[in-house]
């Protein structure tokens, strides 16, 4: 079965410090991936997406992540954190031949001035 | 923002109570899923809906059940509600069954 890794639930970094929060998936096939964000009280928000084509996509708010199928991963990355980052983040894969998302358990992200 | 809405937006009920809320969209996708949301746990598929009246079961679909008799709304139903039922509830849309929008969630407290 299909599964996702978000390692860590909870990351700390300074206001201007590099985002890096990590996904890991388990495939047999190439998936879609999906980056969700989550802001306190309301629903998920789609990021970025990789379906196929350009490893590196770019979404919006200043990230991006890679598809690196030889690590199974799909990290999500900014350059410099901004305090309005602070939220929680969601990766999601495709389920193989099914119309359903598998979502990771979720990256607290917090930002210290 | 896809024009989704859920209602109610809060709700508090009785152990033994039923309860239904409401999905309702506006941009005319085909595929509607149920979410709860739970601390440690992410998000978790209850039911999903692929046409009018198509419906399938997720991963935590015990005590729960859904109806879809229009496009555009889609109904879930906790039959016979239970504390472990507390939870934050969302619906989510799709046009294609990839990448999905979500509705503003629902806070349901069983007592």
């Known amino acids: 079965a299909q599964s996702v890794t978000q390692l860590g639930s909870h990351v700390s970094v300074s206001e201007g410090a590099l985002v890096l929060l990590r996904c890991n998936y388990s495939?047999?096939?190439?998936?879609?991936l999906f980056w969700y964000v989550q802001y306190p009280n309301q629903g998920l928000q789609l990021l970025l997406k990789?379906?196929?084509?350009?490893?590196l996509v770019k979404g919006i708010n200043g990230f991006e992540a890679e598809f690196k199928k030889s690590e199974t991963s799909f990290h999500l990355t900014k350059p410099s954190a901004h305090m309005s980052d602070a939220a929680e983040y969601f990766c999601?894969?495709?389920?193989?031949?099914?119309?359903?998302?598998?979502f990771g358990t979720g990256t607290r992200l917090q930002v210290f001035p | 923002d896809a024009g989704i809405t859920q209602s109610p937006r809060h709700k508090v009920t009785e152990t033994g109570t039923p309860v239904t809320l409401r999905c309702h969209q506006t941009?005319?996708?085909?595929?509607m899923y149920w979410y709860r949301q739970d601390p440690g746990h992410g998000l978790r598929l209850i039911h999903y809906?692929?046409?009018?009246?198509?419906?399938d079961k997720g991963e935590v679909s015990d005590g729960y059940s859904v109806s879809r008799s229009k496009t555009e709304d889609f109904l879930l139903t906790l039959e016979s509600a239970t504390s472990s039922q507390t939870s934050v509830y969302f619906c989510?849309?799709?046009?294609?069954?990839?990448?999905?929008?979500f509705g503003p969630g629902t806070r349901l407290t069983v007592t």
């Open positions: 999601a894969v495709s389920e193989w031949n099914t119309d359903k998302l598998i």
């Open positions: 809906s692929y046409g009018v009246k198509d419906t």
């Open positions: 495939s047999s096939v190439p998936p879609y």
């Open positions: 990789y379906t196929t084509g350009a490893t």
């Open positions: 989510a849309i799709s046009l294609q069954g990839d990448e999905q929008y």
């Open positions: 941009e005319n996708h085909r595929y």
